[in-house]
């Protein structure tokens, strides 16, 4: 058993991990680590985010690219989007979170498809808008059923300044199809963030007034789910429970979303907000413009789904809000039974966390519903309202790291030797060297859903297979083995 994290340890555990640092790259990262204190009410009088990287670190972080075709356009079903530049960037970014959706590759989805400009030398030198009209011309003619284009530009574009704007205006014209233009290069921001925001303006200046003056047959009830991307069928897990109690799911998106359902979200009368980070910019705009309020809900682990059914159905009348306790009351003993079988086997076992989005903290109610403690939580790309929320509900003492550096992460779980750690896939085999239970949480490592009643008794298995399994005692990291003999130097 772990020695137990108190104030004092854990601090020192930071100033100890700081002291390999150069003088200027100490006081930088001194700023990006804290222990938790839930008396502070603002994370920014502890934690500093959304800065750039130190040159030299390794950093956990995408790019505004990845962003924006990789979280907030990617997964839109019905839309296809090209990565306008060279042939890596949407490779990289193609299908990588199983964002599951209905349809069929090709015919009316296109999620788990490349489409790549496929810049070489003379693009760069020449420029790429006339290859982006006739890349337009081609997908086309090759996929009619497609409902519109989205052109997420990469690093080149940005450099050369091509014009996208313009080629999107003259084609969508042209085919009489939605395309809208992306200025998501890379380069711009600090970190995946910037790519999510730029995402929501292109929403928000392309997509959400088209029909703003058609008639819509709405009812009292309608909702929309946003910045849920159905990674492992999430979405839909979460759906279930929203139509049982008598909401109508309008649109979701971005995970199994389409153009159409993007169009009659200004129509709702709820956004339910899933990830905060990269979705609040379009439904405070929604807000701002069609006066829909909004709300953050947690679908992670019984108590905050139990919790987040009763604050959304506070939003409605008795009708919805009878419905949720009747959802509850169905699936609590359910819920408990899964505690039931997970919970003796997963007691005081020690969680760290460090991914992106949502879910540093979003799972940790979760884990807890098991028995576990989350002893350490960060992100790779947030800003302080993240943290305002995460200090909220990390217990007290516990670490907080921003952008953490692969040194850092490796020390804290060498010294707080956590029976689980759930991170990305960066982080997997390093921790897998370290014999280390790991699950990997930006795709979940293969399984899912986790979000909503049915997710949860998934997470447990999955936990509980992840932290319990015995290969974790047949090997021991490189620097635990006995070093190996010298050979002997045979004489000349």
């Not at 997963?346 to 992106?356: A, F, I, S």
């Amino acid at each position: 058993m772990s020695e137990e994290l108190t104030r004092e340890r854990a601090q020192a555990l930071i100033e100890e991990v700081l002291e390999v640092y150069p003088e200027k790259a100490k006081k930088d990262r001194a700023k990006h680590l804290m222990v938790n204190d839930k008396a502070i009410t603002q994370s920014k009088k502890c934690i500093t985010s959304n800065r750039k990287s130190l040159p030299g670190v390794m950093t956990q972080r995408g790019c505004a690219y990845a962003g924006s075709k990789g979280v907030v356009w990617g997964p839109i079903k019905d839309i296809i989007d090209i990565s306008h530049g060279p042939v890596g960037c949407g490779a990289y970014s193609r299908g990588g979170r199983r964002n599951y959706f209905a349809g069929t590759s090709g015919v009316d989805s296109f999620c788990d498809i490349n489409f790549t400009s496929d810049f070489q030398e003379k693009d760069v030198v020449f420029g790429g808008d006339k290859k982006l009209a006739k890349l337009i011309d081609e997908l086309e003619m090759l996929f009619p059923l497609s409902k519109g284009i989205s052109v997420q530009s990469e690093c080149p574009v940005g450099l050369i300044g091509d014009d996208i704007e313009a080629v999107s205006k003259k084609k969508a014209a042209e085919i009489g199809k939605t395309i809208v233009p992306v200025r998501c290069e890379g380069f711009r921001g600090v970190s995946q963030s910037l790519g999510h925001h730029i995402a929501n303006d292109a929403v928000r200046d392309w997509i959400l007034s088209a029909r703003d003056e058609q008639p819509f047959e709405g009812t009292p009830y309608d909702v929309c789910i946003l910045g849920d991307y159905n990674i492992g069928g999430d979405a839909w897990a979460s759906r279930i429970l929203l139509e049982e109690m008598g909401l109508r799911v309008v649109a979701q998106w971005s995970g199994d979303g389409t153009l159409t359902e993007m169009e009659n979200t200004p129509k709702v009368k709820l956004n339910l907000l899933h990830c905060y980070r990269s979705m609040n910019y379009i439904a405070r705009h929604m807000e701002e413009k069609y006066n829909i309020p909004w709300m953050e809900y947690n679908f992670f682990g019984p108590t905050k789904i139990k919790e987040s059914l009763r604050e959304i159905a506070s939003h409605f009348d008795e009708k919805i809000q009878e419905g949720a306790e009747r959802v509850i009351a169905k699936y609590t003993p359910i819920m408990d039974a899964v505690i039931a079988k997970y919970r003796p086997r997963l007691e005081g076992k020690k969680v760290m966390l460090y991914v992106g989005g949502l879910r540093p903290r979003h799972t940790v109610g979760a884990y807890e519903d098991l028995g576990m403690e989350v002893v350490g939580a960060g992100y790779e790309f947030a800003h302080n309202d993240d943290y305002d929320r995460t200090m909220k509900d990390m217990k007290d003492a516990t670490l907080i790291y921003d952008d953490v550096t692969g040194y850092e992460f490796e020390e804290f779980v060498r010294q707080l030797k956590p029976d689980l750690i759930g991170s990305g896939i960066k982080e997997k085999y390093a921790f897998h060297k370290m014999a280390v239970p790991f699950r990997q949480l930006h795709s979940w490592d293969y399984s899912g859903p986790y979000h909503g009643f049915d997710g949860f008794a998934i997470f447990a298995r999955d936990m509980d297979m992840t932290v319990n399994n015995p290969c974790w005692s047949l090997f021991k990291a490189p620097w635990q083995k006995p070093a190996a003999a010298e050979p002997e130097q045979k004489a000349a």
